[in-house]
């Protein structure tokens, strides 16, 4: 069975910081690798998504994240956070084929809180 | 564009009532599903639906029943509610063969 993990629970940055969370699935066939973003308050949004060829996928509001296939990683970055980041991150991932399409597993989810 | 509208927004129910949670989506989508929100637990699904007349089980899908006789609404029916079903519920879409889910504002549920 497919699972996602989140290594981060809770993330307390300072403005301007460096952002990296980590994400790893257990999968042994190809798979469509997404981050949703949940605002307070808010419903889910798409950040970003890789479903094939460059593995280094950008997102909005200058979101990036890296798909490592030998590693089962799919970490999201951002360079500088500014406080209106604060949200709960979640990565999910999806098994590619006709059987699975649509079939999302998350993460148990990231809050990340930027402080001013 | 409305793209999937949850209603209620909150709901609370006492151990035992049943309800229906709504979900309608405008998109022409043939995927949806629902989800739960739990701290600490990301998103587990509970039923998704491949087209109008088809519908199967996801994680957790224990005390919840779904129907999908249109491909706009998708229902999510509690039979007799328990405390263990406090939650936020989540409505998503997707065209078929693309796998971008869009959700809903999502239904804040309590049990009593």
């Known amino acids: 069975a497919q699972s996602v993990s989140q290594h981060n629970h809770h993330v307390i940055l300072s403005e301007a910081a460096s952002l990296e969370l980590g994400c790893n699935y257990s999968y042994g066939g190809t798979v469509n690798l997404f981050w949703y973003v949940q605002y307070p308050g808010q419903h889910l949004q798409l950040l970003l998504k890789?479903?094939?060829?460059?593995?280094l996928v950008k997102g909005i509001k200058g979101f990036e994240a890296e798909f490592i296939k030998s590693k089962f990683s799919f970490n999201l970055r951002k360079p500088s956070v500014q406080w209106s980041d604060t949200a709960e991150y979640f990565c999910?991932?999806?098994?590619?084929?006709?059987?699975?399409?649509?079939?999302?597993?998350f993460g148990q989810g990231t809050t990340l809180q930027v402080k001013p | 564009n409305a793209g999937v509208t949850q209603t209620p927004k909150f709901q609370v129910l006492k151990t035992g009532q049943s309800m229906t949670l709504q979900c309608a989506q405008d998109?022409?989508?043939?995927?949806m599903s629902w989800y739960r929100q739990d701290p600490g637990m990301g998103l587990r699904l509970i039923h998704y639906s491949v087209g109008a007349g088809i519908t199967d089980q996801g994680e957790v899908p224990n005390g919840y029943n779904v129907s999908r006789s249109t491909t706009e609404d998708f229902p999510l029916r509690l039979l007799s509610a328990a405390p263990s079903q406090t939650s936020v519920y989540f409505c998503?879409?997707?065209?078929?063969?693309?796998?971008?889910?869009?959700f809903g504002a999502g239904t804040r549920l309590s049990v009593l």
């Open positions: 890789y479903f094939s060829g460059d593995p």
């Open positions: 998109m022409n989508h043939e995927y």
């Open positions: 999910a991932v999806n098994a590619r084929g006709s059987s699975n399409t649509g079939k999302l597993i």
């Open positions: 998503a879409s997707s065209p078929l063969f693309k796998d971008i889910q869009y």
